[in-house]
Protein backbone atom coordinates (compact mmCIF):
# COMPACT_ATOMS: atom_id res chain seq x y z
CA UNK A 1 0.00 0.00 0.00
CA UNK A 2 1.30 3.42 -1.02
CA UNK A 3 1.28 6.33 1.47
CA UNK A 4 1.14 10.11 0.81
CA UNK A 5 2.35 12.35 3.42
CA UNK A 6 1.24 15.98 2.85
CA UNK A 7 4.23 18.62 2.71
CA UNK A 8 5.73 20.10 6.13
CA UNK A 9 5.06 23.21 4.50
CA UNK A 10 2.05 24.17 4.31
CA UNK A 11 1.48 23.02 8.15
CA UNK A 12 4.20 25.42 9.13
CA UNK A 13 2.15 28.09 7.32
CA UNK A 14 -1.08 27.48 8.79
CA UNK A 15 0.53 27.26 12.63
CA UNK A 16 2.24 30.61 11.73
CA UNK A 17 -1.18 32.38 10.39
CA UNK A 18 -2.66 30.91 13.29
CA UNK A 19 0.12 32.71 15.17
CA UNK A 20 -0.25 35.60 13.57
CA UNK A 21 -3.74 36.10 14.47
CA UNK A 22 -2.74 35.56 18.06
CA UNK A 23 -0.51 37.85 18.02
CA UNK A 24 -2.77 40.26 16.67
CA UNK A 25 -5.43 39.39 18.99
CA UNK A 26 -3.17 40.65 21.74
CA UNK A 27 -1.85 43.63 20.60
CA UNK A 28 -5.91 45.01 19.80
CA UNK A 29 -6.49 43.64 23.60
CA UNK A 30 -3.49 46.22 24.75
CA UNK A 31 -2.94 47.36 27.30
CA UNK A 32 -4.62 44.95 29.98
CA UNK A 33 -2.52 46.71 32.89
CA UNK A 34 -0.45 49.71 33.63
CA UNK A 35 2.00 51.18 31.49
CA UNK A 36 4.85 53.27 32.10
CA UNK A 37 6.45 56.05 30.50
CA UNK A 38 10.20 56.55 31.38
CA UNK A 39 11.09 60.19 31.40
CA UNK A 40 14.87 60.27 30.64
CA UNK A 41 15.35 62.77 33.49
CA UNK A 42 15.20 63.93 36.86
CA UNK A 43 11.66 64.80 37.91
CA UNK A 44 10.90 68.76 37.89
CA UNK A 45 12.68 69.49 34.26
CA UNK A 46 10.72 70.70 31.23
CA UNK A 47 10.40 66.62 30.14
CA UNK A 48 8.87 65.80 33.61
CA UNK A 49 6.83 68.62 33.22
CA UNK A 50 5.27 67.70 29.60
CA UNK A 51 4.93 64.07 30.61
CA UNK A 52 2.76 64.81 33.52
CA UNK A 53 0.21 67.11 31.92
CA UNK A 54 -0.20 64.06 29.11
CA UNK A 55 0.28 60.85 31.42
CA UNK A 56 -3.21 61.28 32.91
CA UNK A 57 -5.40 61.96 29.73
CA UNK A 58 -3.44 59.55 28.10
CA UNK A 59 -4.09 56.78 30.96
CA UNK A 60 -7.73 57.37 30.56
CA UNK A 61 -7.55 57.01 26.84
CA UNK A 62 -5.93 53.99 27.22
CA UNK A 63 -8.03 52.77 30.03
CA UNK A 64 -5.12 52.03 32.06
CA UNK A 65 -2.48 54.12 34.73
CA UNK A 66 0.21 55.60 32.54
CA UNK A 67 3.10 55.53 35.36
CA UNK A 68 5.58 58.89 34.80
CA UNK A 69 9.21 56.69 36.04
CA UNK A 70 12.51 59.31 35.78
CA UNK A 71 15.54 57.41 34.77
CA UNK A 72 18.20 60.78 34.80
CA UNK A 73 21.31 60.23 33.35
CA UNK A 74 23.41 60.90 30.42
CA UNK A 75 21.84 63.84 29.06
CA UNK A 76 18.84 61.51 29.10
CA UNK A 77 20.86 58.50 27.11
CA UNK A 78 20.24 56.32 29.98
CA UNK A 79 16.53 56.65 30.01
CA UNK A 80 16.29 55.82 26.42
CA UNK A 81 19.02 53.30 26.36
CA UNK A 82 16.29 51.40 28.60
CA UNK A 83 13.89 50.93 26.27
CA UNK A 84 16.58 50.67 23.55
CA UNK A 85 17.05 47.57 25.19
CA UNK A 86 13.29 46.77 26.30
CA UNK A 87 10.79 44.58 25.83
CA UNK A 88 8.60 45.20 22.66
CA UNK A 89 5.20 44.14 24.33
CA UNK A 90 4.16 48.24 24.61
CA UNK A 91 4.44 48.86 28.22
CA UNK A 92 7.00 50.78 28.53
CA UNK A 93 7.89 53.21 26.42
CA UNK A 94 10.00 56.73 26.51
CA UNK A 95 9.63 60.35 26.09
CA UNK A 96 12.12 61.01 23.43
CA UNK A 97 13.82 64.69 22.58
CA UNK A 98 15.98 66.03 20.62
CA UNK A 99 19.04 65.44 22.68
CA UNK A 100 18.14 61.42 23.20
CA UNK A 101 17.44 60.91 19.25
CA UNK A 102 19.15 63.53 17.59
CA UNK A 103 22.70 64.63 18.84
CA UNK A 104 23.31 61.18 20.84
CA UNK A 105 25.13 59.18 17.71
CA UNK A 106 27.50 61.75 17.14
CA UNK A 107 28.29 62.68 20.67
CA UNK A 108 28.81 59.68 22.45
CA UNK A 109 31.88 57.69 21.07
CA UNK A 110 30.27 54.37 21.26
CA UNK A 111 26.67 55.46 21.40
CA UNK A 112 24.57 53.78 23.86
CA UNK A 113 21.86 53.17 21.26
CA UNK A 114 20.99 54.16 17.53
CA UNK A 115 18.30 56.18 17.28
CA UNK A 116 17.10 55.08 14.11
CA UNK A 117 17.26 51.22 14.63
CA UNK A 118 16.70 50.33 18.19
CA UNK A 119 13.08 51.81 18.63
CA UNK A 120 9.76 51.78 16.63
CA UNK A 121 8.63 55.58 17.03
CA UNK A 122 5.17 56.39 17.75
CA UNK A 123 4.81 60.46 16.93
CA UNK A 124 5.99 63.80 17.58
CA UNK A 125 4.20 65.29 20.03
CA UNK A 126 5.29 69.19 21.47
CA UNK A 127 8.08 71.43 20.29
CA UNK A 128 9.82 74.64 22.05
CA UNK A 129 12.37 77.20 21.91
CA UNK A 130 15.04 77.16 23.88
CA UNK A 131 15.70 80.53 25.93
CA UNK A 132 19.43 81.79 26.64
CA UNK A 133 19.17 82.64 30.10
CA UNK A 134 22.04 84.20 32.68
CA UNK A 135 22.36 84.96 36.68
CA UNK A 136 20.77 87.84 38.09
CA UNK A 137 23.75 89.65 38.66
CA UNK A 138 25.31 89.20 35.63
CA UNK A 139 26.70 92.59 34.52
CA UNK A 140 24.74 92.44 31.46
CA UNK A 141 21.20 93.46 30.22
CA UNK A 142 20.56 92.22 26.34
CA UNK A 143 22.27 89.82 24.12
CA UNK A 144 24.86 92.72 22.97
CA UNK A 145 26.44 93.19 26.05
CA UNK A 146 26.09 89.56 26.84
CA UNK A 147 28.15 88.96 24.08
CA UNK A 148 30.81 91.61 24.70
CA UNK A 149 31.38 90.20 28.24
CA UNK A 150 31.67 86.71 27.55
CA UNK A 151 34.43 87.64 24.89
CA UNK A 152 36.04 89.45 27.64
CA UNK A 153 35.50 86.81 30.48
CA UNK A 154 34.75 83.59 28.97
CA UNK A 155 38.22 82.03 30.88
CA UNK A 156 36.50 82.04 33.85
CA UNK A 157 33.00 81.37 33.09
CA UNK A 158 30.70 78.61 33.19
CA UNK A 159 27.63 77.42 31.69
CA UNK A 160 25.20 74.41 32.89
CA UNK A 161 23.11 72.15 31.30
CA UNK A 162 20.89 68.84 32.04
CA UNK A 163 23.66 66.69 31.56
CA UNK A 164 25.90 65.70 28.24
CA UNK A 165 24.37 66.13 24.75
CA UNK A 166 20.99 67.25 26.22
CA UNK A 167 19.06 69.42 24.91
CA UNK A 168 20.13 72.04 26.90
CA UNK A 169 23.65 71.68 26.42
CA UNK A 170 23.80 71.64 22.54
CA UNK A 171 22.02 74.91 21.93
CA UNK A 172 24.34 76.79 24.24
CA UNK A 173 27.01 75.16 22.06
CA UNK A 174 26.12 76.96 19.03
CA UNK A 175 25.55 80.38 21.09
CA UNK A 176 29.51 80.06 22.62
CA UNK A 177 30.65 79.32 19.08
CA UNK A 178 28.55 81.66 16.91
CA UNK A 179 30.19 83.89 19.71
CA UNK A 180 33.80 82.66 19.17
CA UNK A 181 34.42 81.56 22.81
CA UNK A 182 35.39 78.49 24.79
CA UNK A 183 33.65 78.02 28.23
CA UNK A 184 33.73 75.60 31.10
CA UNK A 185 30.24 73.19 31.31
CA UNK A 186 28.91 72.06 33.93
CA UNK A 187 26.63 68.91 33.28
CA UNK A 188 23.73 67.57 35.80
CA UNK A 189 21.40 65.26 35.98
CA UNK A 190 18.77 67.45 34.79
CA UNK A 191 17.97 71.04 33.96
CA UNK A 192 16.08 71.56 37.32
CA UNK A 193 19.48 71.50 39.14
CA UNK A 194 21.20 72.95 36.72
CA UNK A 195 18.82 76.13 36.69
CA UNK A 196 18.60 75.99 40.44
CA UNK A 197 22.84 76.93 39.76
CA UNK A 198 22.37 79.49 37.51
CA UNK A 199 19.79 80.98 40.39
CA UNK A 200 22.10 80.70 43.43
CA UNK A 201 24.90 82.73 40.82
CA UNK A 202 27.34 79.31 40.90
CA UNK A 203 26.84 79.20 36.97
CA UNK A 204 26.72 81.86 34.78
CA UNK A 205 24.15 80.66 31.86
CA UNK A 206 21.90 77.84 30.34
CA UNK A 207 20.45 77.45 27.33
CA UNK A 208 16.69 76.05 29.22
CA UNK A 209 13.39 75.17 27.53
CA UNK A 210 11.00 77.85 27.54
CA UNK A 211 8.19 76.39 29.71
CA UNK A 212 10.51 75.66 32.95
CA UNK A 213 12.41 79.10 32.35
CA UNK A 214 9.94 81.38 31.99
CA UNK A 215 8.37 81.66 35.43
CA UNK A 216 11.98 82.28 37.21
CA UNK A 217 12.21 84.99 34.68
CA UNK A 218 9.09 86.45 35.33
CA UNK A 219 10.42 86.07 39.34
CA UNK A 220 13.37 87.64 38.31
CA UNK A 221 15.29 84.86 39.32
CA UNK A 222 17.35 85.26 36.10
CA UNK A 223 17.81 87.14 33.37
CA UNK A 224 15.69 86.23 29.83
CA UNK A 225 18.29 87.46 26.87
CA UNK A 226 17.09 85.68 23.75
CA UNK A 227 15.20 83.40 22.21
CA UNK A 228 17.05 81.02 20.42
CA UNK A 229 14.12 80.28 17.55
CA UNK A 230 13.25 81.76 14.08
CA UNK A 231 9.90 83.77 16.51
CA UNK A 232 9.56 85.37 19.69
CA UNK A 233 7.62 83.31 22.54
CA UNK A 234 4.27 84.95 23.28
CA UNK A 235 5.06 83.97 26.88
CA UNK A 236 8.56 86.76 26.92
CA UNK A 237 7.20 88.88 23.80
CA UNK A 238 9.55 91.55 24.49
CA UNK A 239 12.35 88.78 24.41
CA UNK A 240 14.00 89.19 21.08
CA UNK A 241 15.29 85.87 18.59
CA UNK A 242 18.82 85.58 18.92
CA UNK A 243 19.10 86.40 15.20
CA UNK A 244 17.51 89.78 16.03
CA UNK A 245 19.79 90.84 18.84
CA UNK A 246 22.74 90.33 16.46
CA UNK A 247 23.41 86.68 16.91
CA UNK A 248 22.25 85.47 13.49
CA UNK A 249 21.92 81.65 12.79
CA UNK A 250 21.75 80.56 16.38
CA UNK A 251 18.15 78.46 16.38
CA UNK A 252 17.50 75.60 18.63
CA UNK A 253 14.10 74.54 18.80
CA UNK A 254 13.91 71.37 20.86
CA UNK A 255 11.38 68.53 19.95
CA UNK A 256 9.89 65.62 22.10
CA UNK A 257 8.39 61.88 20.88
CA UNK A 258 6.95 59.11 22.14
CA UNK A 259 9.11 56.06 21.49
CA UNK A 260 8.60 52.18 21.91
CA UNK A 261 11.32 49.39 21.67
CA UNK A 262 11.79 47.80 18.59
CA UNK A 263 9.65 45.15 17.43
CA UNK A 264 6.79 46.14 19.26
CA UNK A 265 4.08 45.01 17.36
CA UNK A 266 2.40 47.30 14.86
CA UNK A 267 -0.66 47.12 16.10
CA UNK A 268 0.09 48.51 19.64
CA UNK A 269 2.21 51.12 18.18
CA UNK A 270 -0.61 52.19 15.82
CA UNK A 271 -3.10 51.88 19.29
CA UNK A 272 -0.69 54.39 21.04
CA UNK A 273 -0.12 56.38 18.51
CA UNK A 274 -3.33 57.11 17.85
CA UNK A 275 -4.23 57.56 21.84
CA UNK A 276 -1.31 60.05 22.40
CA UNK A 277 -3.12 62.34 18.92
CA UNK A 278 -6.08 61.96 21.35
CA UNK A 279 -4.42 62.98 24.20
CA UNK A 280 -2.74 66.08 22.34
CA UNK A 281 -6.28 67.17 21.14
CA UNK A 282 -7.48 67.44 23.94
CA UNK A 283 -9.16 70.80 25.14
CA UNK A 284 -7.27 70.75 29.11
CA UNK A 285 -3.71 69.04 27.80
CA UNK A 286 -3.71 71.65 24.84
CA UNK A 287 -4.41 74.76 26.91
CA UNK A 288 -2.31 73.78 29.42
CA UNK A 289 0.81 73.06 27.10
CA UNK A 290 -0.16 76.31 25.30
CA UNK A 291 0.38 77.96 28.72
CA UNK A 292 4.00 76.29 29.12
CA UNK A 293 5.39 78.07 25.96
CA UNK A 294 4.82 74.26 23.84
CA UNK A 295 3.42 74.15 20.16
CA UNK A 296 1.35 71.13 19.99
CA UNK A 297 2.93 69.36 16.96
CA UNK A 298 0.32 68.93 14.21
CA UNK A 299 -1.79 65.82 13.11
CA UNK A 300 0.22 65.57 9.49
CA UNK A 301 3.48 65.47 11.89
CA UNK A 302 2.49 62.85 14.88
CA UNK A 303 2.27 59.42 12.68
CA UNK A 304 5.54 56.82 12.74
CA UNK A 305 6.26 57.36 9.58
CA UNK A 306 6.97 60.88 9.79
CA UNK A 307 9.11 60.43 13.12
CA UNK A 308 11.10 57.68 11.55
CA UNK A 309 11.76 60.28 8.91
CA UNK A 310 12.52 63.14 11.27
CA UNK A 311 15.14 61.67 13.42
CA UNK A 312 16.76 60.87 10.74
CA UNK A 313 17.02 64.15 9.19
CA UNK A 314 17.60 65.14 12.88
CA UNK A 315 20.83 63.21 13.34
CA UNK A 316 22.11 64.66 9.94
CA UNK A 317 21.39 67.92 11.05
CA UNK A 318 22.95 67.88 14.40
CA UNK A 319 26.44 66.01 13.45
CA UNK A 320 27.96 69.03 12.03
CA UNK A 321 27.45 71.90 14.96
CA UNK A 322 28.32 69.04 17.23
CA UNK A 323 31.60 67.63 15.78
CA UNK A 324 32.55 71.17 14.84
CA UNK A 325 32.36 71.96 18.65
CA UNK A 326 34.96 69.51 18.90
CA UNK A 327 33.03 67.55 22.11
CA UNK A 328 32.72 64.07 22.41
CA UNK A 329 31.58 61.49 25.60
CA UNK A 330 33.42 58.86 25.91
Known sequence: MRRFFAPALPLIAIMATFAGFGGTAAAQDWPTRPVTLIVPFLAGGPIDVIARVQAQKLGEILGQTVIVENVGGGGGALG?????????????FVMGNVGTHGYHPT???????????????????TE???????????????LKG????VKANHATMSFGSGGLGSATHVPCL???QAIGVTVTHVPYRGAAPAMQDVIGGRTDYMCDSIQTAVPQVLEKNVKALAVLAKTRSALLPDVPTADEAGLPGVEANAWNAIFLPKGTPDAIVRKLAAAVGQTLDDPWVSKRLDELGLSIVPPERRGPEYLAAYVKEEVARWAPPIKAAGIKVE
Open 128 to 142: SARLLVARKDLPVND
Open 80 to 92: AARIARGTPDGYT
Open 146 to 149: FVAY
Open 107 to 125: LYAKPLYDPVADFAPVGLT
Open 174 to 176: LVN
